[in-house]
């Protein structure tokens, strides 16, 4: 045999058994990775050096689970076939990526080889004729299968395997890690046995020829010829060049035998005699292992081939023997004849025997081949039962169709039914109102003739009126009088320190919601409203000072975005606000609480708001001097009120800045350091622009969220550099870029010396107004009209007119006391602003809004 590929090589054991030399071992393995891993690592094990090669058949789906329910890929789109097939490929290439790392860890390179078939044990035999694989392993029978006494195996597809792949691999089968069967390698019908390079022996070609030629000589038993006059003379030994001699033996008796590699000799009468008994033990169990599957290998030798083709070789060797002397010597011609004769039916037999053991496997292979041709039939009668179900299916399918297209025609003509009933309906109607407009045009022309007899009763009416105006402005100019020299008190509800203890629980600790240098805030219920109370450090110097400014400030201002001031306590500094549940800004900044983010929208509506409330106080004439987010508030919905008025000052007309241009106050600095003015602090001099530098900062602030101090640095270097988006505050959202540009600008310019601070109500205002608007807010312009417009807070929210006696309910809005009671006892018992349940029905008299109403009016 000729070298193979370059790896395979025939070569000759001291049994007599051809070798073939293979220097890879296929391991076929599936989806069961716990099964096959065992299988792998045994290979692995008894590799013997040899190259490991992973095989691996993938069985494509033919069915796809689709909501619960399994469907054929024939019935499918073929993209999402498709794309379902390559997620199994890649989920089999994962598979094999963990088995070449099995192979890896004990310093194993492994090739992998997997292919795509819909049988993967056809496919296995089909790798094996194709790569003329000679060693294969793979698993024989499932894990819960495997007993130590097994010796058959019990997987079909092993089986499968077994019986059809070609001959010349040699197959190890394996379950739970132990080899439980091995079906050995054939060649022609001989057995086979697989070695490794490294154990061929030095020899070359014609001496393998030899040896393959000797070994396929037909064992059997030797045979003698009966010598009628056994003399010395004949016991000479003939032989030629290939080691065939005639000798007698000890009984008289000539025999013909010939040297065999491997020690036998052949007997050209018998066949074979063997050497010793073992060597015809060892031969004998490779005979039965042959037998074992010769009838299922489909592949027959010609006569030249078989193990009696050479015979004929051996009978030229003794008919014409080298050197012809000797058999000249001694022997007669009828010992000659009859040798012969016993040599010619010796051929006889072994050729008869030949044609019957051909014709025995040409019977087996035709045995083999009507099964399979029964198999195939089972396969198409299961083909075609498989369509019929289908197409019974698919019947079964198209008869619910026609049922429900059956039934939509009967709805569509149900509801045809109903329209043409809906069009008389709409008829009829259309009649009525004709008749109805015509009732109308006559009502028409009596509505004309009471307009004019309605017009001369408005003229009469128009007399009184001017009369009830001269004495309205008569009645307010003496309200004027009695309010100038009325107190401040007048303006707020006075509380006793017994009250505010009970609505605090007397100060406990666990309700306290702030502190500082002025003094602690608690949060309680007082007259069943949920206030803010304000206790001022009683030995502070400037307790008594701020307690009245602040009081008379909030008692007399009233702006949407200004704390509401409930009442007071005069005896122990004690002021109490409206509660506001979205605590300060500064803590909305700093997520305190674990509360959500500030958007860039609800900041842009804060910076909006501040800077209306700020143009409001400047418009009084008044400086707040410690504008910073810790002093401003959020209510549930976010909206900014401003608070904290205890170190704010009412500039004086007599007194101007140095700049001439802006009223001032000389005071000492106080506030927090970060958000002071720095003109403030050297100067002494607080004007409006130190709350236009405040405001900067807190715009600075809304914008990073970073802390005040050198922030103002931080953001020129970003403009500058044009890097101002990486120091925008990310959980704000994406920004809109060119509105935070323009904040961050007007900041700076807010922050810059105080004669180049802009103005915030007609600069500043222009710049946030547009900002405020594009997030969904209604805009308003500062101006003469809107001094004369009604402040909305005015407005009863059920009337929709001023009101004269404001009251706040148990949602914290402020109603008209007569509406609100209406609704009340109209039995309704949830808020007229958010529709939600009231927690109860108490009213609160509003004393600040209404003197605040009462003083508009004056003035109006």
Request: aromatic letters at 6%; one cysteine or more; glycine letters at 6%.
């Amino acid at each position: 045999m000729a070298r193979m590929s370059g790896i395979r090589y025939p070569v000759v054991d001291t049994s007599g058994i051809m070798e073939i030399v293979e220097d890879k071992v296929y391991v076929a393995v599936g989806k069961n990775m716990k099964e096959s891993q065992s299988t792998l690592r045994w290979a692995l094990h008894n590799s013997g050096g040899r190259q490991i090669c992973i095989l691996h058949v993938h069985q494509p789906a033919e069915k796809m689970n689709i909501l619960g329910t399994n469907f054929s890929i024939n019935e499918l789109e073929a993209s999402k076939v498709e794309a379902y097939h390559e997620t199994e490929r890649q989920d089999m290439r994962r598979l094999l990526d963990r088995y070449n790392k099995t192979c890896q860890q004990t310093g194993v390179s492994a090739e992998l080889h997997p292919i795509e078939m819909d049988s993967i044990e056809k496919g296995i035999v089909e790798f094996i004729l194709q790569h003329n694989v000679r060693r294969l392993v793979m698993g024989g029978a499932a894990d819960k299968h495997y007993s130590k006494k097994m010796v058959d195996l019990k997987s079909k597809k092993a089986i499968y395997v077994r019986l059809l792949a070609h001959p010349s691999c040699q197959i190890q089968f394996i379950c739970k890690g132990n080899l439980i069967f091995t079906r050995p390698a054939r060649l022609d019908g001989v057995g086979v046995a697989i070695s490794s390079p490294s154990r061929l022996p030095n020899t070359n070609s014609s001496s393998v020829e030899s040896s393959l030629r000797s070994r396929s000589i037909t064992e059997g038993h030797s045979n003698t010829l009966p010598l009628t006059s056994p003399t010395p003379d004949y016991r000479r030994v003939m032989s030629d060049n290939r080691g065939t001699r005639i000798s007698p033996n000890s009984a008289g008796e000539l025999t013909l035998t010939t040297r065999l590699p491997s020690g036998r000799t052949y007997d050209e009468w018998g066949g074979i005699s063997q050497r010793s008994p073992s060597t015809g033990s060892r031969f004998s169990t490779c005979s039965s292992e042959m037998a074992d599957d010769s009838g299922l290998i489909p592949y027959a030798t010609s006569e030249a081939d078989s193990d009696y083709g050479s015979v004929p070789r051996f009978k030229d060797d003794v008919l014409n023997p080298s050197p012809p002397s000797v058999l000249e010597r001694g022997m007669n011609d009828e010992l000659y004849d009859q040798l012969i004769q016993a040599m010619a039916e010796a051929d006889n037999s072994k050729r008869d025997a030949n044609d019957e053991s051909i014709k025995r496997r040409k019977a087996e292979i035709d045995a083999i081949m009507a099964k399979r041709r029964v198999k195939e039939y089972e396969n198409l009668y299961a083909e075609e039962l498989r369509r019929r179900l289908e197409i019974d299916e698919a019947f079964k399918k198209t008869n619910e169709e026609h049922e429900n297209i059956k039934r939509e025609l009967d709805e569509v003509s149900e509801e045809l039914r109903m329209a043409l009933e809906q069009k008389l309906v709409l008829e009829s109607q259309i009649a009525d109102s004709v008749q109805t407009v015509q009732d109308l045009e006559r009502k028409m022309f009596d509505a004309v003739e009471l307009l004019h007899k309605y017009k001369k009763e408005r003229d009469d009416m128009q007399v009184e009126c001017d009369d009830a105006l001269r004495l309205l402005e008569e009645t307010r100019e003496k309200q004027a009088e009695e309010a100038s020299c009325s107190s401040a008190s007048q303006f707020y509800t006075e509380f006793s320190f017994s009250e505010v203890k009970e609505a605090t629980r007397n100060f406990d600790p666990s309700l306290k919601i702030g502190e500082g240098g002025y003094g602690s805030i608690f949060r309680g219920f007082i007259r069943h409203t949920e206030v803010a109370i304000k206790m001022l450090h009683s030995h502070s110097l400037q307790g008594p000072t701020e307690f009245q400014q602040e009081v008379n400030i909030l008692s007399r201002l009233r702006h949407p975005n200004l704390v509401t001031l409930i009442g007071a306590c005069t005896d122990a500094w004690i002021i109490i606000y409206e509660y506001l549940s979205g605590g300060s800004l500064e803590d909305r900044l700093n997520c305190k609480g674990n509360t959500p983010p500030l958007s860039w929208q609800t900041r842009i509506r804060i910076a909006a708001e501040l800077c209306s409330v700020l143009i409001f106080l400047h418009s009084c004439d008044i400086v707040h001097g410690d504008l910073k987010p810790a002093n401003i508030l959020l209510d549930k919905n976010s909206v900014t009120k401003l608070s904290d008025f205890g170190i704010c000052r009412v500039l004086s007309q007599n007194e101007l800045s140095s700049n001439n241009t802006s009223y001032c106050c000389r005071t000492d600095p106080k506030g927090t350091f970060v958000y002071m003015d720095p003109e403030f602090l050297s100067t002494g001099e607080l004007t409006s622009k130190s709350d236009t530098y405040s405001f900067g900062i807190i715009l600075l602030r809304l914008l990073t969220g970073r802390p005040a101090l050198r922030l103002q640095m931080e953001v020129q270097q970003a403009i500058n550099e044009e890097n101002l988006k990486n120091i925008l505050d990310p959980t704000a959202g994406d920004w809109p870029f060119v509105q935070a540009q323009q904040l961050a600008l007007l900041a700076m310019n807010c922050c810059d010396v105080r004669k180049n601070r802009p103005d915030l109500a007609s600069e500043a205002w222009r710049v946030l107004a547009p900002m405020r608007v594009s997030c969904g807010l209604p805009s308003f312009e500062f101006g003469s009209e809107r001094q004369c417009a009604i402040p909305h807070y005015f407005i009863c929210p059920i009337f929709q007119e001023i009101m004269q006696d404001p009251v706040v309910a148990a949602d914290g809005f402020t109603y008209e006391a007569e509406a609100l009671r209406g609704w009340l006892d109209s039995g309704r018992n949830t808020s007229p602003m958010t529709n939600l349940e009231l927690a109860n029905s108490n009213l609160v008299p509003n004393h600040a809004l209404r003197s605040a109403i009462q003083e508009w009016l004056q003035q109006a």
